[in-house]
Structures are given as structure tokens and as C-alpha cells.
């Protein structure tokens, strides 16, 4: 199973399937913009900035599930964008746990096996994926995103 079977909403509310992103290596980050990690916005349009001309994308879902969000993902984007010039793409608020979670979300938080694996325990917690849409990598909320960078260009290099 690959993440190409979900689908996604963009903070306009503009529908996609992830099959948009085929052949990418795709960052997904739970985020919240009024959290102690918020600063990591700043690394992560760094890595996209730097590395999508080589099929690399940051896509961010804004979550409230630990009530650390806005009140929408258009005003979450908004206040990403104007803070840390984010570009990347933002989704809708994303709900992460529980039977109301989005299924890319359940889908990725069973895909590992290691202390990282089950549900997701904070805000900025980051999953990679491979170019051919499989589960690659899962890093924690501290992880900062630079330290992503040696599995990113291993990713990009395949």
C-alpha cells in the first residue's frame, strides 16, 4: 500500500489525490501554529526551497489536536506564510487520532514498528516518503528538519 490511494484537501479547499505528487519524495508534517516547534517552518520551506527542483515537496496539515491551531487551515496557512514565508502546501485542519482521523494519517501512523510507531504524540512529527509512494521515514516532533536532510538526498537519489 502506497499513500497515492488518499486523498488530500488543500487549505482552499481545493480536493486532490496524493497521485499529484507520483514520483516526488513527499515530507508530511502534522503541524500547529502557535507551538513551541512553530520555528521549524523556517527549516522546512529551507528544504523545500532547496530541494524541489529535484522532486522534493513539504506538504503541511495543520492540526488542532492538541489545541496548539487556529481556528481554520486557510488562517493556519495564512499566519505560516506570513511569519516564516512558507510556500509549500497547506492543507485543511486534519484531524490525526482516533476513528474521526484522516486515513492518510491512520495509514501513516502504522507504519513503523520502532518507539516511534501508534499515534502520533505531538505536533511536527514528520513522515517521509519515497518516490514510489511507500513509507520511508518516520521522525519525531524534536527532530529538527535539517537533521532530515541525509535521508532526503538518499531518497532523491534513487
Not at 497547506?90 to 510507531?117: V, W
Amino acid at each position: 500500500m502506497n499513500i497515492y490511494q488518499f486523498d488530500a484537501t488543500l487549505e482552499d479547499g481545493t480536493h486532490y489525490s496524493l497521485e499529484k505528487e507520483k514520483g516526488k519524495v513527499i515530507l508530511i508534517v502534522n503541524t500547529a501554529s502557535k507551538c513551541g516547534h512553530t520555528p521549524q517552518f523556517k527549516e522546512l520551506e529551507a528544504l523545500y526551497e532547496k530541494y524541489q527542483d529535484q522532486g522534493f515537496v513539504v506538504l503541511g496539515f495543520p492540526s488542532n489536536e492538541f489545541h496548539q491551531e487556529l481556528a481554520t487551515g486557510q488562517e493556519a496557512a495564512e499566519a505560516c506564510r506570513l511569519q516564516y514565508g512558507v510556500t509549500f502546501p497547506m492543507h485543511t485542519l486534519t484531524t490525526l487520532k482516533g476513528e474521526q482521523a484522516d486515513p492518510l494519517f491512520k495509514f501513516l501512523q502504522t507504519q513503523t514498528t520502532d518507539e516511534l510507531s501508534g499515534d502520533i504524540k505531538w505536533n511536527f512529527t514528520k513522515f517521509l516518503i519515497a518516490r514510489d509512494g511507500h513509507f520511508a521515514a518516520r521522525f519525531a516532533h524534536r527532530t529538527a528538519p535539517f537533521e532530515l536532510i541525509p535521508t532526503i538526498e538518499k531518497l532523491l537519489e534513487v
